[in-house]
T-cell receptor, first 109, second 115 residues
């Protein structure tokens, strides 16, 4: 059974600082990996998708890397803003998604 | 662009009642997934359908059933509701055929409260 772990569980940073969110998974036989953002009580917004054959993906201030052999992915958010405050979820796919517990980010103005 | 539609958005039921949640996937997406997210928990996979056939099953209670119809919309039926069924239920869809990425797009969710 796929186990997905996200470290740290919570993170508080001043505005402008770069964020580094870590995700690890136990089974490297994945199809792809998605990073999501979730605001309290709200739905899941897909941020980035990395196919298993890719090493990284970028969208604006977001960059995600994938090392399938070691079972790790990292989400980088550059120049954080208070609007980035949310919970970030990592999910790995063997067609269905297995989610981590998330990292709750607070960006202080 | 069209997104995944779920209805109703909020539902309040009493114990032992039944509930039906509906999902309308993005047009031309061939796979539908259902997930349950309990309070303070990460989403858990329940069941999926590919081209109207059940393709995978997760931790879905026997009291729950689901199906996908000819127009590709899906329904999750929940019977003998328990307090522990109170959760946010997400539907997602993806397109995997003909080089599709299998990227899952999520609906806004249905918040079910069982009293």
């Amino acid at each position: 059974k796929q186990e997905v772990t996200q470290i740290p569980a919570a993170l508080s940073v001043p505005e402008g600082e770069n964020l580094v969110l870590n995700c690890s998974f136990t089974d490297s036989a994945i199809y792809n990996l998605q990073w999501f953002r979730q605001d309290p009580g709200k739905g899941l917004t897909s941020l980035l998708l990395i196919q298993s054959s890719q090493r990284e993906q970028t969208s604006g201030r977001l960059n995600a890397s994938l090392d399938k052999s070691s079972g790790r992915s990292t989400l980088y958010i550059a120049a954080s803003q208070p609007g980035d405050s949310a919970t970030y979820l990592c999910a790995v796919s063997d067609y269905k998604l297995s989610f981590g517990a998330g990292t709750t980010v607070t960006v202080r103005a | 662009a069209a997104g995944v539609i779920q209805s109703p958005r909020h539902l309040i039921k009493e114990k032992r009642e039944t509930a039906t949640l509906k999902c309308y996937p993005i047009p031309r997406h061939d796979t539908v997934y259902w997930y349950q997210q309990g309070p303070g928990q990460d989403p858990q996979f329940l069941i999926s359908f590919y081209e109207k056939m059940q393709s995978d099953k997760g931790s879905i209670p026997d009291r729950f059933s689901a199906q996908q119809f000819s127009d590709y919309h899906s329904e999750l039926n929940m019977s003998s509701l328990e307090l522990g069924d109170s959760a946010l239920y997400f539907c997602a869809s993806s397109n995997g055929g003909a080089g599709g990425s299998y990227e899952q797009y999520f609906g806004p969710g249905t918040r079910l409260t069982v009293t």
